[in-house]
């Protein structure tokens, strides 16, 4: 699957579970060329997610959130996923 793709289909998981008010999805694969993990041509990922999905809740179970919307693509095609997850409050600041 391309690269574009890949973004394309993490957006929409996302957007369809957690409806957030600012996401960022970035595909840094080619910052990881050679290294053994990314041998298998799944991708590394940096995810900016504001959510009040994310309100209330520990940064480990923000991440289960966004994990749960990834489904079998962490299988399948994300080898690395780097996760910042707020809430509108938070992001606020």
């Known amino acids: 699957m391309a690269a ?4 394309a289909l993490i957006r929409q998981r996302l957007e369809d579970a957690l ?17 053994p993990g990314a041998a ?9 997610i504001v959510a009040d999905a994310f309100s209330g809740l ?14 079998e693509l962490m299988d399948t095609d994300i080898h690395a ?8 409050a938070e992001a606020r600041g």
């Open 4 to 7: 574009q793709d890949r973004v």
């Open 19 to 35: 409806a957030p008010s600012l996401l960022d999805v970035v595909d840094e694969s080619h910052e990881h060329v050679g290294h």
């Open 40 to 48: 298998d041509g799944r991708g590394h990922f940096s995810v900016t």
């Open 58 to 71: 520990s940064l480990l179970e923000r991440h289960r959130l966004v994990y749960d919307a990834m489904g």
């Open 81 to 88: 996923l780097s996760i910042q997850a707020r809430s509108p």
